[in-house]
């Protein structure tokens, strides 16, 4: 069903509250309503429709069997889609990190749509931390299921246009607060077992949150878990550009020496170097100073000083929409450091290389 999407530009400290009633409505009529979060932005309906749930998976593709998060706009709010874990750790993260990018699995009750939790007895709750997202929960007085607001297995969005790219005619409405901050999605924490795991990273680290609970454990990125799943992100290819990715695990001089074999490759087999990089500066400028680069064909993005990870969290997706948009036959990412939202950015690196991942052999 194709419908007229309406793109309104709202203050994303200051939403124009009868924007928000009006968009609320929408919500509460059945409508989808794609909104900015802080992490990236969201394709939110009503949590207690099936019907409008049902959208949703429409508007994305997505396959039926691959779990929603709930968005709530207070404590309050939670609890009436969730129990609290028997041995209620979920109060102590949640007066810690919410409004905030983590998510928390937990008993689910019996008002929230199944096809939000894929027929599971748990579901999946956050409250987000932007106000945009806050005033729209609040004007549509119901909990809001709200994936990335893009087609499904595409890079998230963290720009109005991204959506616009993905779901123009799918959606009722787009609201534009300009470019989300953290860049990548929350942190997914199960509390529904002992003890708490990490079922996606994000943009809270594990390490705040072993400070938090003392233990957490975390699922193993190597490949997608058998059977039904708890968390969005975990069992299908996600987060890729339509070229092919390719992370590249290893020190700076190792990764200049294969783009220049990749590239040397492609001129041997008498292919046109069409190339898109997403690597740090530090790498970027080796690169420049082995005459690697500027060269025709091969496409950069930047993304950032390779310390500063929430600065390459933030150029993620839209580096890898930017790039993807020349037509490249490869894309080729630079992994970064497994610690704080470094862990997220390399999951998502993975995911959507599809688990191809170049690195230099092992030493003896």
Known sequence: MRVATRLVRVDPEHPDPAVLREAGETI????LVAFPTETVYGLGADALSDRAVRRIFEAKGRPSDNPLIVHVASVEGAMSVAHPDPRGRWHALASRFWPGPLTLVLPRRDNVSKLVTAGLDTVAVRMPRHPVAL???????????????N???RPSPVEASHVMDDLDGRVEWVLDGGPTGVGVESTVLDLSGDPPVVLRPGGIGVEALREALTRVDVLSLEAPPPGPVRSPGLKYRHYAPRAPVVVMEGPSEWVARRVQERIEQMQAGGRPVRLGLFFTDETLELLRSLRVLPRPGVWVVSAGPRDDLAEVARRLFGALRELDCQRPALILAEAVANRGVGLAINNRLRRAAAGRVDRPFAQP
């Not at 005033?135 to 607001?149: C, D, E, M, R």
Request: without cysteine; glycine residues 22%.
């Open 28 to 31: 509460r009529r059945g409508g």
């Open 135 to 149: 005033g729209l929960i609040k004007a549509a007085g119901v909990p809001i299921a709200a994936p990335s607001a």
């Open 151 to 153: 087609r499904s297995g």
